[in-house]
């Protein structure tokens, strides 16, 4: 019986191990309760980064899709309705070139915005104006601007994991 316990034991660690990312109970506490769609407008931009809201836009619903508590719909038949602004972009020198300390080798680009959760079930705003920021490293390069283009989707991918985060589990 020895080797038959092990096995058995060995299988429950397997299992246990594949159960992570399950969630019990309802989706962001007692103010989501019903909620299975939502519905994520263009996200307003009032940074000085050009294009950006559609970027971010995209980035929001795939993270929906990939955490799946909600589905994204049309307007029409949403149960909840997300609007975000972007209002803020912070570019934060990290660290020095080793052979000139005067210039930065890397920064830290941070998108900061607010987001609103209207949870059309209950008539009322469950999330207003909380703010959400998302972040990303970036190496100078000779072009400095280009180094910051080439960023910003692993930052709007940041950024929208957190909104993600901030109305799946009520954080």
């Known amino acids: ?9 060995l299988l429950a660690v397997l299992l246990t191990g594949c159960s992570g990312g399950y969630r019990l109970g309802t989706v962001g506490g007692k103010q989501m309760h019903g909620l299975r769609t939502i519905w994520v407008p263009t996200v307003r931009n009032k940074t000085v980064i050009p294009q950006l809201q559609s970027m971010v836009t995209n980035e ?4 929906f899709d990939n955490d799946g508590s909600l589905r994204t719909v049309g307007p029409e038949e949403a149960d909840a309705e997300l609007d975000v602004t972007l209002t803020d972009f912070v570019r934060m020198p ?4 080793v052979l000139d300390p005067l210039t930065t ?3 830290r680009f941070v998108l900061i915005g607010t987001v609103t959760l209207l949870n059309r079930k ?3 705003k ?6 959400v920021s998302g972040s990303s490293f970036f190496f100078t390069q000779i072009n ?4 910051q283009r080439q960023v910003m989707p692993w ?6 994991k957190r909104v993600v985060t901030l109305v799946t589990e009520g954080w």
């Open 1 to 9: 019986m020895g080797p038959c316990w092990l096995l058995l034991l």
């Open 144 to 147: 400095s601007p280009e180094a």
């Open 60 to 63: 929001i619903i795939q993270a």
């Open 105 to 107: 080798a890397e920064y």
């Open 155 to 160: 930052v709007a991918q940041d950024f929208a």
């Open 94 to 97: 990290i660290r020095p070139e």
């Open 126 to 131: 469950v999330i207003n104006g909380a703010g």
């Open 122 to 124: 209950l008539g009322r």
